[in-house]
Protein backbone atom coordinates (compact mmCIF):
# COMPACT_ATOMS: atom_id res chain seq x y z
CA UNK A 1 0.00 0.00 0.00
CA UNK A 2 2.95 2.02 1.12
CA UNK A 3 4.46 1.79 -2.58
CA UNK A 4 1.25 2.40 -4.27
CA UNK A 5 0.38 5.47 -2.37
CA UNK A 6 4.56 6.72 -3.44
CA UNK A 7 3.75 5.86 -6.93
CA UNK A 8 0.62 7.55 -7.11
CA UNK A 9 2.55 10.67 -5.28
CA UNK A 10 4.96 10.27 -7.98
CA UNK A 11 2.34 10.25 -11.13
CA UNK A 12 0.46 12.81 -9.54
CA UNK A 13 4.00 15.23 -9.35
CA UNK A 14 4.96 14.40 -12.61
CA UNK A 15 1.66 15.34 -14.24
CA UNK A 16 1.53 18.60 -12.20
CA UNK A 17 5.19 19.85 -12.98
CA UNK A 18 4.21 19.09 -16.74
CA UNK A 19 1.03 21.08 -16.70
CA UNK A 20 3.22 24.24 -14.89
CA UNK A 21 5.82 23.57 -17.82
CA UNK A 22 3.02 23.72 -20.35
CA UNK A 23 1.31 26.94 -18.66
CA UNK A 24 5.19 28.46 -19.03
CA UNK A 25 5.19 27.74 -22.61
CA UNK A 26 2.06 29.14 -23.60
CA UNK A 27 2.61 32.22 -21.20
CA UNK A 28 4.72 33.92 -23.40
CA UNK A 29 1.85 34.03 -25.98
CA UNK A 30 -0.95 34.62 -23.88
CA UNK A 31 0.91 37.72 -22.93
CA UNK A 32 1.58 38.25 -26.61
CA UNK A 33 -2.10 38.36 -27.21
CA UNK A 34 -3.19 40.69 -24.28
CA UNK A 35 -0.67 43.36 -25.73
CA UNK A 36 -1.77 42.29 -29.27
CA UNK A 37 -5.37 43.25 -28.38
CA UNK A 38 -4.63 46.60 -26.92
CA UNK A 39 -2.37 48.13 -29.92
CA UNK A 40 -5.15 46.78 -32.31
CA UNK A 41 -7.95 48.43 -30.53
CA UNK A 42 -5.96 51.66 -29.54
CA UNK A 43 -4.70 51.94 -33.19
CA UNK A 44 -8.34 51.39 -34.15
CA UNK A 45 -9.92 53.89 -31.63
CA UNK A 46 -7.26 56.89 -32.06
CA UNK A 47 -5.55 57.53 -35.49
CA UNK A 48 -7.71 55.17 -37.46
CA UNK A 49 -11.30 56.53 -36.17
CA UNK A 50 -10.62 60.37 -35.46
CA UNK A 51 -10.33 60.79 -39.40
CA UNK A 52 -13.67 59.30 -39.71
CA UNK A 53 -15.66 60.78 -37.06
CA UNK A 54 -13.99 64.28 -37.76
CA UNK A 55 -16.48 65.64 -40.37
CA UNK A 56 -20.01 64.89 -38.15
CA UNK A 57 -17.37 66.75 -35.36
CA UNK A 58 -16.65 69.95 -37.55
CA UNK A 59 -20.26 69.87 -38.13
CA UNK A 60 -21.83 69.74 -34.95
CA UNK A 61 -19.30 71.90 -33.24
CA UNK A 62 -18.70 74.43 -35.83
CA UNK A 63 -14.89 74.38 -36.41
CA UNK A 64 -12.57 75.06 -39.32
CA UNK A 65 -10.93 72.11 -41.12
CA UNK A 66 -7.42 74.07 -39.77
CA UNK A 67 -8.46 73.55 -35.96
CA UNK A 68 -10.08 69.72 -36.32
CA UNK A 69 -6.39 68.92 -38.51
CA UNK A 70 -4.38 70.51 -35.55
CA UNK A 71 -5.74 67.49 -33.27
CA UNK A 72 -4.13 64.89 -35.63
CA UNK A 73 -0.87 66.90 -35.40
CA UNK A 74 -0.83 67.31 -31.41
CA UNK A 75 -1.66 63.43 -31.11
CA UNK A 76 1.09 62.56 -32.95
CA UNK A 77 3.49 64.77 -31.57
CA UNK A 78 2.35 63.94 -28.23
CA UNK A 79 2.73 60.30 -29.09
CA UNK A 80 6.58 60.65 -29.87
CA UNK A 81 7.37 63.41 -27.11
CA UNK A 82 6.11 61.21 -24.57
CA UNK A 83 8.14 58.00 -25.23
CA UNK A 84 10.28 58.90 -22.36
CA UNK A 85 8.02 58.77 -19.70
CA UNK A 86 6.12 55.02 -20.15
CA UNK A 87 9.98 53.90 -19.77
CA UNK A 88 11.09 55.80 -16.54
CA UNK A 89 7.25 54.40 -15.22
CA UNK A 90 8.02 50.64 -15.75
CA UNK A 91 11.52 50.83 -14.56
CA UNK A 92 9.94 52.70 -11.57
CA UNK A 93 7.00 50.71 -10.71
CA UNK A 94 6.90 48.07 -13.21
CA UNK A 95 4.58 47.19 -16.43
CA UNK A 96 1.65 46.37 -14.73
CA UNK A 97 1.44 49.65 -13.27
CA UNK A 98 2.40 51.42 -16.45
CA UNK A 99 -0.23 50.37 -18.26
CA UNK A 100 -2.80 50.73 -15.40
CA UNK A 101 -1.96 53.79 -16.12
CA UNK A 102 -1.90 54.23 -19.90
CA UNK A 103 -5.55 52.92 -20.05
CA UNK A 104 -6.58 55.30 -17.59
CA UNK A 105 -4.75 58.18 -19.79
CA UNK A 106 -6.37 56.62 -22.64
CA UNK A 107 -9.39 56.51 -21.68
CA UNK A 108 -9.10 60.25 -20.37
CA UNK A 109 -8.52 61.24 -24.24
CA UNK A 110 -11.06 59.42 -25.76
CA UNK A 111 -13.73 60.82 -23.19
CA UNK A 112 -12.40 64.20 -23.97
CA UNK A 113 -13.34 63.21 -27.75
CA UNK A 114 -16.46 62.39 -26.63
CA UNK A 115 -18.04 65.42 -24.59
CA UNK A 116 -15.92 67.96 -26.63
CA UNK A 117 -17.71 71.03 -26.60
CA UNK A 118 -14.34 73.42 -27.32
CA UNK A 119 -11.59 73.25 -29.42
CA UNK A 120 -9.40 72.86 -26.18
CA UNK A 121 -10.88 70.08 -24.90
CA UNK A 122 -10.63 67.95 -28.34
CA UNK A 123 -6.69 69.15 -28.33
CA UNK A 124 -6.50 67.96 -24.70
CA UNK A 125 -7.98 64.71 -25.88
CA UNK A 126 -5.82 64.16 -28.74
CA UNK A 127 -2.82 65.29 -26.66
CA UNK A 128 -4.18 62.71 -23.89
CA UNK A 129 -4.44 59.83 -26.60
CA UNK A 130 -1.22 60.05 -28.02
CA UNK A 131 0.55 60.09 -24.42
CA UNK A 132 -2.02 56.92 -23.80
CA UNK A 133 -1.07 55.29 -27.08
CA UNK A 134 2.87 54.97 -25.63
CA UNK A 135 2.13 54.43 -21.80
CA UNK A 136 -1.15 51.47 -23.02
CA UNK A 137 0.09 50.33 -26.13
CA UNK A 138 3.22 50.48 -28.27
CA UNK A 139 6.36 50.66 -25.29
CA UNK A 140 5.02 48.36 -22.80
CA UNK A 141 4.29 45.96 -25.71
CA UNK A 142 7.84 45.86 -27.41
CA UNK A 143 9.02 45.82 -23.77
CA UNK A 144 7.65 42.72 -22.99
CA UNK A 145 7.91 40.62 -26.06
CA UNK A 146 11.33 41.49 -26.31
CA UNK A 147 11.50 40.27 -22.96
CA UNK A 148 9.60 37.60 -23.05
CA UNK A 149 10.17 35.62 -26.31
CA UNK A 150 13.90 34.23 -27.57
CA UNK A 151 13.10 34.65 -31.42
CA UNK A 152 12.02 37.96 -30.82
CA UNK A 153 11.37 38.95 -34.80
CA UNK A 154 8.58 36.48 -35.09
CA UNK A 155 6.95 37.91 -31.93
CA UNK A 156 7.47 41.42 -33.34
CA UNK A 157 6.17 40.81 -36.56
CA UNK A 158 2.58 39.08 -35.26
CA UNK A 159 2.46 42.23 -32.68
CA UNK A 160 2.66 44.61 -35.48
CA UNK A 161 1.04 42.64 -37.96
CA UNK A 162 -2.02 42.80 -35.56
CA UNK A 163 -1.24 46.70 -34.85
CA UNK A 164 -1.81 47.73 -38.07
CA UNK A 165 -5.60 45.30 -38.73
CA UNK A 166 -6.75 48.00 -36.11
CA UNK A 167 -5.97 50.65 -39.07
CA UNK A 168 -7.57 48.57 -41.03
CA UNK A 169 -10.79 48.08 -38.29
CA UNK A 170 -10.75 51.43 -36.84
CA UNK A 171 -13.26 53.38 -40.04
CA UNK A 172 -14.84 50.14 -40.55
CA UNK A 173 -15.80 50.38 -36.81
CA UNK A 174 -16.68 53.93 -36.67
CA UNK A 175 -18.93 53.64 -39.49
CA UNK A 176 -21.30 50.72 -38.08
CA UNK A 177 -20.97 52.04 -34.17
CA UNK A 178 -21.51 56.00 -35.23
CA UNK A 179 -23.35 55.78 -38.48
CA UNK A 180 -22.15 56.43 -41.72
CA UNK A 181 -22.72 60.16 -41.58
CA UNK A 182 -21.33 59.96 -38.09
CA UNK A 183 -24.32 61.27 -36.11
CA UNK A 184 -23.57 59.41 -32.94
CA UNK A 185 -19.43 59.98 -32.92
CA UNK A 186 -20.11 60.90 -29.00
CA UNK A 187 -21.39 57.37 -28.23
CA UNK A 188 -18.61 56.08 -30.99
CA UNK A 189 -16.43 57.75 -27.92
CA UNK A 190 -17.79 56.48 -24.67
CA UNK A 191 -17.71 52.96 -26.44
CA UNK A 192 -14.04 53.42 -27.52
CA UNK A 193 -13.23 54.42 -23.80
CA UNK A 194 -15.25 51.46 -22.53
CA UNK A 195 -13.26 49.08 -24.40
CA UNK A 196 -10.00 50.84 -23.91
CA UNK A 197 -10.28 50.23 -20.23
CA UNK A 198 -11.58 46.83 -20.46
CA UNK A 199 -8.16 45.19 -22.66
CA UNK A 200 -6.34 47.95 -20.07
CA UNK A 201 -7.58 45.76 -16.69
CA UNK A 202 -7.87 42.52 -18.74
CA UNK A 203 -4.15 42.27 -19.48
CA UNK A 204 -3.08 44.18 -15.85
CA UNK A 205 -4.70 41.00 -14.69
CA UNK A 206 -2.57 38.63 -16.81
CA UNK A 207 0.66 39.90 -17.40
CA UNK A 208 3.02 38.80 -14.55
CA UNK A 209 6.81 39.62 -13.82
CA UNK A 210 8.64 39.66 -17.02
CA UNK A 211 11.88 38.57 -17.34
CA UNK A 212 14.43 37.63 -20.38
CA UNK A 213 15.08 34.18 -21.76
CA UNK A 214 18.08 32.24 -23.02
CA UNK A 215 19.66 33.79 -26.18
CA UNK A 216 19.41 31.21 -28.60
CA UNK A 217 21.81 31.26 -31.66
CA UNK A 218 21.14 31.73 -35.35
CA UNK A 219 24.01 30.25 -37.05
CA UNK A 220 22.77 31.93 -40.24
CA UNK A 221 22.83 35.42 -38.87
CA UNK A 222 25.78 37.51 -37.65
CA UNK A 223 24.62 37.23 -33.77
CA UNK A 224 28.09 37.71 -32.19
CA UNK A 225 27.42 37.81 -28.14
CA UNK A 226 27.99 41.64 -27.54
CA UNK A 227 27.91 43.15 -24.04
CA UNK A 228 25.07 45.21 -22.87
CA UNK A 229 25.62 48.50 -23.71
CA UNK A 230 24.08 51.46 -21.50
CA UNK A 231 22.60 54.41 -23.09
CA UNK A 232 25.15 56.73 -22.74
CA UNK A 233 26.96 54.07 -24.20
CA UNK A 234 24.69 53.37 -27.03
CA UNK A 235 24.31 57.23 -27.84
CA UNK A 236 28.30 57.32 -28.72
CA UNK A 237 27.55 54.83 -31.53
CA UNK A 238 26.93 56.06 -35.26
CA UNK A 239 24.69 52.70 -35.53
CA UNK A 240 21.79 54.08 -33.87
CA UNK A 241 22.08 57.10 -35.68
CA UNK A 242 21.30 55.52 -38.32
CA UNK A 243 18.66 53.56 -37.18
CA UNK A 244 17.11 56.38 -35.60
CA UNK A 245 17.19 57.93 -39.19
CA UNK A 246 15.76 54.88 -40.39
CA UNK A 247 12.74 54.89 -37.77
CA UNK A 248 12.36 58.92 -38.84
CA UNK A 249 12.13 58.03 -42.22
CA UNK A 250 9.25 55.42 -42.17
CA UNK A 251 7.13 57.48 -40.32
CA UNK A 252 7.69 60.66 -42.83
CA UNK A 253 6.84 58.50 -45.62
CA UNK A 254 3.88 57.54 -44.04
CA UNK A 255 2.70 60.41 -42.39
CA UNK A 256 2.83 62.12 -45.64
CA UNK A 257 1.11 59.71 -47.50
CA UNK A 258 -1.88 59.29 -45.33
CA UNK A 259 -1.99 63.19 -45.49
CA UNK A 260 -1.24 64.42 -48.70
CA UNK A 261 -1.04 61.32 -50.97
CA UNK A 262 -4.80 61.75 -52.33
CA UNK A 263 -4.33 65.65 -52.81
CA UNK A 264 -1.01 65.36 -54.95
CA UNK A 265 -2.61 62.60 -57.38
CA UNK A 266 -5.82 64.31 -57.63
CA UNK A 267 -4.02 67.31 -58.92
CA UNK A 268 -1.90 65.28 -61.52
CA UNK A 269 -4.94 63.85 -62.79
CA UNK A 270 -5.45 60.41 -60.99
CA UNK A 271 -9.28 60.32 -60.17
CA UNK A 272 -10.27 60.81 -56.00
CA UNK A 273 -10.94 56.82 -56.26
CA UNK A 274 -7.84 55.51 -57.96
CA UNK A 275 -6.05 58.09 -55.55
CA UNK A 276 -8.11 56.52 -52.20
CA UNK A 277 -7.55 52.60 -53.30
CA UNK A 278 -3.61 53.19 -53.80
CA UNK A 279 -3.36 54.43 -50.11
CA UNK A 280 -5.64 51.60 -48.97
CA UNK A 281 -3.30 49.09 -50.94
CA UNK A 282 -0.20 50.81 -48.97
CA UNK A 283 -1.90 50.06 -45.89
CA UNK A 284 -2.70 46.48 -46.61
CA UNK A 285 1.30 45.98 -47.70
CA UNK A 286 2.41 47.71 -44.88
CA UNK A 287 0.51 45.00 -42.27
CA UNK A 288 1.67 42.23 -45.04
CA UNK A 289 5.54 43.67 -44.83
CA UNK A 290 5.44 43.47 -40.87
CA UNK A 291 4.40 39.49 -40.62
CA UNK A 292 6.49 39.02 -43.58
CA UNK A 293 9.37 40.77 -41.97
CA UNK A 294 9.19 38.68 -38.60
CA UNK A 295 9.25 35.33 -40.93
CA UNK A 296 12.08 36.75 -42.34
CA UNK A 297 14.51 38.54 -39.79
CA UNK A 298 14.70 34.60 -38.33
CA UNK A 299 16.44 33.47 -41.42
CA UNK A 300 18.54 36.23 -42.33
CA UNK A 301 20.37 39.29 -41.21
CA UNK A 302 17.37 42.22 -40.10
CA UNK A 303 20.51 44.77 -41.76
CA UNK A 304 19.44 43.62 -44.94
CA UNK A 305 15.74 43.71 -44.44
CA UNK A 306 16.84 47.61 -42.69
CA UNK A 307 18.42 48.02 -46.24
CA UNK A 308 15.52 46.87 -48.46
CA UNK A 309 12.81 48.82 -46.55
CA UNK A 310 14.56 51.84 -47.38
CA UNK A 311 15.25 51.70 -50.56
CA UNK A 312 11.52 50.58 -51.16
CA UNK A 313 10.69 53.95 -49.16
CA UNK A 314 12.68 55.98 -50.96
CA UNK A 315 11.31 54.22 -54.15
CA UNK A 316 8.04 54.90 -53.48
CA UNK A 317 8.41 58.30 -52.73
CA UNK A 318 9.82 59.13 -55.94
CA UNK A 319 7.41 57.42 -57.73
CA UNK A 320 4.69 59.14 -55.47
CA UNK A 321 6.48 62.28 -56.51
CA UNK A 322 6.02 61.88 -60.06
CA UNK A 323 1.91 60.56 -59.52
CA UNK A 324 1.38 59.92 -63.32
CA UNK A 325 0.32 56.27 -64.97
CA UNK A 326 -0.53 53.00 -63.23
CA UNK A 327 2.85 51.89 -62.73
CA UNK A 328 3.75 54.75 -60.82
CA UNK A 329 0.89 54.87 -58.78
CA UNK A 330 1.34 50.85 -58.07
CA UNK A 331 5.69 51.52 -57.15
CA UNK A 332 4.12 54.16 -54.69
CA UNK A 333 2.22 51.40 -52.99
CA UNK A 334 4.26 48.91 -52.75
CA UNK A 335 7.34 51.00 -51.83
CA UNK A 336 6.21 53.10 -49.01
CA UNK A 337 3.88 49.83 -47.28
CA UNK A 338 6.55 47.46 -47.78
CA UNK A 339 9.23 49.36 -46.95
CA UNK A 340 7.00 50.82 -44.29
CA UNK A 341 6.70 47.47 -42.59
CA UNK A 342 9.87 46.26 -43.33
CA UNK A 343 11.78 49.17 -41.61
CA UNK A 344 9.77 49.34 -38.68
CA UNK A 345 10.28 45.81 -37.80
CA UNK A 346 14.19 45.54 -39.28
CA UNK A 347 14.64 48.45 -36.48
CA UNK A 348 12.90 47.24 -33.27
CA UNK A 349 15.16 43.86 -34.13
CA UNK A 350 18.16 45.17 -34.40
CA UNK A 351 18.23 47.62 -31.83
CA UNK A 352 17.84 44.85 -29.23
CA UNK A 353 20.35 42.39 -31.42
CA UNK A 354 23.02 45.64 -31.35
CA UNK A 355 22.44 46.45 -27.77
CA UNK A 356 21.21 43.94 -26.14
CA UNK A 357 18.22 43.52 -23.55
CA UNK A 358 19.45 45.38 -20.53
CA UNK A 359 18.57 48.89 -21.26
CA UNK A 360 16.50 48.34 -24.39
CA UNK A 361 13.65 50.21 -22.98
CA UNK A 362 15.14 53.36 -22.81
CA UNK A 363 16.79 52.78 -25.86
CA UNK A 364 13.71 51.90 -27.82
CA UNK A 365 11.88 54.91 -25.92
CA UNK A 366 14.86 57.31 -27.23
CA UNK A 367 13.88 56.43 -30.70
CA UNK A 368 10.03 56.59 -30.78
CA UNK A 369 10.65 60.29 -29.41
CA UNK A 370 11.65 60.83 -33.33
CA UNK A 371 7.69 60.62 -34.17
CA UNK A 372 7.78 63.82 -32.50
CA UNK A 373 9.02 65.68 -35.14
CA UNK A 374 8.42 63.15 -37.76
CA UNK A 375 4.50 64.56 -37.43
CA UNK A 376 5.51 67.96 -39.05
CA UNK A 377 6.59 66.51 -42.32
CA UNK A 378 3.25 66.97 -43.70
CA UNK A 379 3.25 70.50 -42.62
CA UNK A 380 6.88 70.93 -44.76
CA UNK A 381 5.38 69.50 -48.41
CA UNK A 382 2.75 71.56 -47.61
CA UNK A 383 4.66 74.74 -47.44
CA UNK A 384 6.91 73.95 -50.45
CA UNK A 385 3.94 73.21 -51.96
CA UNK A 386 2.62 76.57 -51.09
CA UNK A 387 5.95 77.97 -52.54
CA UNK A 388 6.40 75.86 -55.64
CA UNK A 389 2.34 75.18 -56.94
CA UNK A 390 2.66 71.30 -55.96
CA UNK A 391 4.11 68.80 -54.25
CA UNK A 392 6.86 67.24 -56.24
CA UNK A 393 9.55 68.71 -55.14
CA UNK A 394 8.66 68.01 -51.04
CA UNK A 395 8.03 64.40 -52.22
CA UNK A 396 11.48 64.06 -54.30
CA UNK A 397 13.30 65.91 -51.54
CA UNK A 398 11.64 63.00 -48.96
CA UNK A 399 12.94 60.21 -50.95
CA UNK A 400 15.95 61.41 -51.82
CA UNK A 401 16.80 61.97 -47.88
CA UNK A 402 15.66 58.35 -47.42
CA UNK A 403 17.89 57.18 -50.06
CA UNK A 404 20.75 58.92 -48.37
CA UNK A 405 19.63 56.17 -45.10
CA UNK A 406 19.84 53.51 -47.00
CA UNK A 407 23.25 54.10 -48.13
CA UNK A 408 23.79 54.56 -44.69
CA UNK A 409 22.34 51.78 -43.59
CA UNK A 410 24.16 49.19 -46.51
CA UNK A 411 27.49 50.05 -44.46
CA UNK A 412 26.14 49.48 -41.59
CA UNK A 413 28.08 46.87 -38.89
CA UNK A 414 27.50 45.85 -35.60
CA UNK A 415 28.52 48.67 -32.68
CA UNK A 416 31.32 47.18 -30.74
CA UNK A 417 31.53 48.57 -27.19
CA UNK A 418 34.35 50.72 -25.86
Known amino acids: MAAFAEAAFLTLRREMYAQVIQSARWRPWLVHGALSLILFLITAATYSSLGVMLPAMVRDLHWTWGEAGLGFTLMGAATGASSWFPAAMIRRFGLRTTLLAGSGVMVLGLLGFAYAESLPVYLLGAA ?73 IAAVLL ?56 AHLTERGVTPAAAGLALS ?9 RLAAGVLAERIDPRRLLVLGQVLLAAGSMALGYGQGEAAILVYAAGIGLGFGLTVLAVTVL ?14 ALTCLIGAVSAIGPVLVGVLRDATGGFTLGLYAMGAMIAMIALASAFMRRPRPH
Not at 148 to 174: E, H, I
Open 281 to 289: LEGGLAMIA
Open 128 to 200: LCGAGFQMMALIPGTHAIGQLFTRKAMAFGVYFTLGALGGVAGPLMAQHWAGSDGANWRDYWVLQAVLAAVVG
Open 207 to 262: IGRVEAPAPVERPEVDTTPAKDFSVAQALQTPQFYVLLAAYFSHLLAGSVAAGLSV
Open 351 to 364: LLEFYGPRHNLEIF
